[in-house]
């Protein structure tokens, strides 16, 4: 089944983000995915700064992945992001990770975000409208 994406972003392995089996550290594996995700936000018009001085906080609430292979230096690879909204309040990336050129599945990541406002979840009018023009409802 393929899934629908919104955004990608792609990436170069830096040396030092591997471990001494000479593959990316798993902890790595989630700066990639949360650049990814502020990039797309980016795009979508969406001010991080701008958001906190309106007492705005977008959060990651829960982080699911699965590694399915690993990556090493100097491989290039893209992260593809969907969106779906799940109930009022949380928003839920999709994020795969691919090497480039041969598109081999290195992971499969389900983020799920939330908004707060003075420490309540909130759906900012922003957000909402920034994500409906992908068609996140």
Request: aromatic content about 12%; some cysteine.
């Amino acid at each position: 089944m393929d899934k629908e994406y919104h955004f990608e972003l792609e990436f170069l392995v830096r040396d030092y983000e591997c471990d001494l089996l000479g593959v990316v550290n798993n902890a790595v594996y989630q700066n990639y995915l949360e650049h990814a995700r502020h990039e797309f936000m980016h795009a979508a018009g969406l001010d991080f700064a701008k958001l906190h001085e309106e007492g705005i906080d977008p959060m990651v609430a829960r982080i699911e992945i699965d590694y399915k292979f690993p990556l090493r230096s100097r491989d290039k690879f893209v992260v593809r992001i969907g969106v779906q909204r799940e109930g009022r309040l949380r928003f839920v990336f999709y994020q795969d990770i691919f090497r480039l050129p041969d598109e081999k599945l290195i992971l499969n990541a389900k983020v799920t975000g939330v908004c707060l406002q003075s420490g309540r979840p909130v759906a900012p009018d922003q957000v909402v409208e920034a994500l409906e023009r992908y068609n996140v409802t």
